[in-house]
């Protein structure tokens, strides 16, 4: 089953990303909003490159799994509304450069192997899954309490994850096509993980004191 073949491949990947500097600033609540912001703006640029080609695309497999209540681009949308007033400084830039990259390569895919897109999906659908757990650290890292601006890491869903688990199973059932989705499923992981080494960079002033 493909979902059992993901979560054992991937598993390497899982154990880099909470190990990266942004993800353990997440966790010890000393991340800067910047870099919150930084994330929230890449994941955009990603999210709605997917999303659209997942949602235009006529491929059987794809429109067996995907679905619009898996849409996260609007909860984003909410988020960044409401720090429309923090600026991009040159670190959150860098991940911005790592989203676009990504978004090409989102979709290049989608006339070559546009099942590939699943294995993609899987990565940020999966994403939210964490950031359930990540969510009561960002609220008291930035005193959102009342919620707003947490639309998107409070997004995961136990039983639309386990909805999309049984559609992925049911639809990719081909070796050929589980290979594309394995591989994608790497290319997203090593993105995100590009997109967190961008914002976990130091500072110029912090890494290079009395410049």
Known sequence: MIMKRLRAET??????????????ELLSRTLLLGRYVGQLRAYRIILDTLETRLADSDDPIVTAVWRSD?????????DLEFFDTVPADAIAATAITVADRFAAVISDCVTKD??????????MEGSTMGGLE?????????????????????????QRWTAFATRMDEAVVDEPLQQ?????????????????????????????PGE
Request: proline share 6%.
């Open 11 to 24: 598993r390497a990947w899982h154990d880099a990303l909470e190990a990266t500097p942004f993800s353990l």
């Open 70 to 78: 898996l849409a996260k681009v609007p909860l984003l949308e909410q």
């Open 114 to 123: 546009p099942v590939s897109l699943l294995g993609f999906l899987y990565v």
């Open 134 to 158: 990540l969510t009561p650290h960002v609220r008291a890292t930035f005193g959102l309490a009342d919620g707003r601006g947490l639309t998107y890491y409070s997004s995961g869903d136990r």
């Open 180 to 208: 594309l989705v394995l591989a994608a499923a790497d290319k997203g992981y090593r993105a995100i993980a590009d997109t967190l080494a961008a914002l976990s960079r130091p500072d110029r002033e912090e890494s290079t």
